[in-house]
């Protein structure tokens, strides 16, 4: 069954406290991995697609990466209007049924 | 483009009405999915269409649940009768293909009282 797995649920982190954001996955067969930015009260905000391991893109202090069981959404210097729920989803090769994580709730102080 | 918009953004109703929940995706895009969020389950996809056609609805309970696309501009998902546990935030989204990353409305919330 596919499956996607965030962590951590929550991260707090100061201002320019760099960190990163887990996604694993099991997928019969992936035919991509998205990231969403959420804020409260609105709907998910596209921020990437990869396509296969080894694969970065990069969108001002945010890069992802993709490897065959996991993907990482590292945030550099993060600043407090970087502070959302990220989500992580994945469209496996079967059809275009997209799941979703839980997400992970990031707070960055000032 | 104004990007995808859904109607009405808040829906407070009784337990058995029927509620429709409207959708206008980004002109051009082929695909438009329905989600259902609530903190216990997160985001859940119900059904998604292709070129006006449903591709897969089966994470939308039949019984109650059904989704259309009568033309490539409008999308309603329509619940009867509607029941407590169907309160949540149901989003409409848009691609031009896939996998690309959709483009989502604002959202309606729904509340069945």
């Known amino acids: 069954e596919d499956q996607v797995t965030q962590s951590p649920e929550a991260l707090r982190l100061q201002e320019g406290e760099s960190s990163s954001l887990n996604c694993s996955y099991t997928v019969s067969g992936l035919r991509g991995l998205f990231w969403y930015r959420q804020d409260p009260g609105k709907g998910p905000e596209f921020l990437f697609t990869?396509?296969?391991a080894g694969e970065e893109k990069e969108k001002e202090r945010l890069k992802a990466t993709l490897t065959k069981k996991e993907s990482f959404l590292h945030i550099t210097a993060p600043k407090p209007e970087d502070s959302a729920t990220y989500l992580c989803?994945?469209?496996?090769?079967?059809?275009?049924?997209?799941?979703f994580g839980a997400g992970t709730r990031l707070f960055v102080k000032a | 483009d104004a990007g995808v918009i859904q109607s009405p953004r808040h829906e407070v109703t009784e337990m058995g009405q029927e509620v429709t929940l409207r959708c206008k995706p980004i002109?051009?895009?082929?695909?438009l999915f329905w989600y259902r969020q609530t903190m216990m389950q997160g985001l859940e996809l119900l059904v998604y269409f292709n070129n006006k056609a449903v591709m897969d609805d089966s994470g939308m309970p039949k019984d109650r649940f059904s989704a259309k696309m009568p033309n490539a501009s409008f999308s309603t998902l329509k619940i009867q009768p509607s029941e407590p546990r169907d309160s949540a935030v149901y989003f409409c989204?848009?691609?031009?293909?896939?996998?690309?990353?959709?483009?989502f409305g604002q959202g309606t919330r729904l509340t069945v009282v």
């Open positions: 989803a994945v469209q496996h090769t079967g059809g275009f049924k997209t799941i």
């Open positions: 002109s051009g895009h082929d695909y």
């Open positions: 989204a848009s691609s031009y293909r896939a996998p690309e990353g959709a483009f």
């Open positions: 990869l396509y296969s």
